[in-house]
């Protein structure tokens, strides 16, 4: 589609090119992994004889991808919003990271994230930090939080990189500057 729709120079900001969206794309995703599970996913990732502990890690991080895919067509929902809206630079569609006003990431990333926790983790008695060690928290609320926190940090990344943005993830991550954002 990059070449058939998109031969005239494009604008310094918005989506860049094949390529940079390609790339961006895969190293979400691969961030996203090594954030929750930590960079030795074999020493992680547990077997199937462990069923509890795997199924808590499979079901949460299908809930953690669909909150990521949240916030990412959100994400692209106002950015087109603004574009139509005529933005001009940058910063009209960096606000646009990560707005939230019909509560949809909200729940997507918290409630549905929890009560997959809750369900299928703290229920059968699972460790979140054992299971997660990327995240590290064991207290379940904690836990969310800094979960949506990463998926908050990484995606800002993902989208600054795509979209040839500036936005300080630092601060979307958890509304301070911190350096909880790399």
């Given at each position: 589609?990059?070449?058939?729709?998109?031969?005239?120079?494009?604008?310094?900001?918005?989506?860049?090119?094949a390529t940079t969206l390609n790339d961006?794309?895969?190293?979400?995703?691969?961030?996203?992994?090594?954030?929750?599970?930590g960079l030795e996913l074999n020493d992680?990732?547990?077997?199937?004889?462990?069923?509890?502990?795997?199924?808590?890690?499979?079901?949460?991080?299908?809930?953690?991808?669909?909150?990521?895919?949240?916030?990412?067509?959100?994400?692209?929902?106002?950015?087109?919003?603004?574009?139509?809206?005529?933005?001009?630079?940058?910063?009209?569609?960096?606000?646009?990271?990560?707005?939230?006003?019909?509560?949809?990431?909200?729940?997507?990333?918290?409630?549905?994230?929890?009560?997959?926790?809750?369900?299928?983790?703290?229920?059968?008695?699972?460790?979140?930090?054992?299971?997660?060690?990327?995240?590290?928290?064991?207290?379940?609320?904690?836990?969310?939080?800094?979960?949506?926190?990463?998926?908050?940090?990484?995606?800002?990344?993902?989208?600054?990189?795509?979209?040839?943005?500036?936005?300080?993830?630092?601060?979307?991550?958890?509304?301070?500057?911190?350096?909880?954002?790399?």
């Amino acid at each position: 589609d990059d070449s058939k729709k998109c031969s005239a120079e494009p604008p310094d900001f918005g989506a860049t090119n094949a390529t940079t969206l390609n790339d961006a794309a895969v190293q979400k995703e691969l961030d996203l992994v090594h954030a929750i599970f930590g960079l030795e996913l074999n020493d992680v990732i547990a077997p199937a004889a462990d069923k509890f502990k795997s199924k808590c890690q499979q079901k949460v991080a299908s809930k953690v991808k669909k909150c990521q895919d949240t916030k990412l067509k959100v994400f692209n929902e106002c950015k087109k919003s603004a574009l139509k809206q005529g933005a001009a630079e940058a910063a009209d569609i960096e606000t646009c990271i990560f707005v939230d006003p019909e509560g949809v990431i909200a729940k997507a990333c918290v409630a549905k994230v929890a009560a997959q926790v809750r369900s299928q983790c703290v229920r059968k008695e699972v460790d979140l930090a054992d299971a997660f060690p990327g995240i590290g928290h064991s207290d379940p609320n904690d836990f969310v939080d800094a979960l949506d926190q990463t998926v908050e940090c990484l995606a800002c990344l993902a989208v600054n990189e795509a979209d040839a943005l500036n936005r300080d993830c630092d601060e979307v991550d958890d509304g301070l500057l911190n350096e909880s954002c790399p």
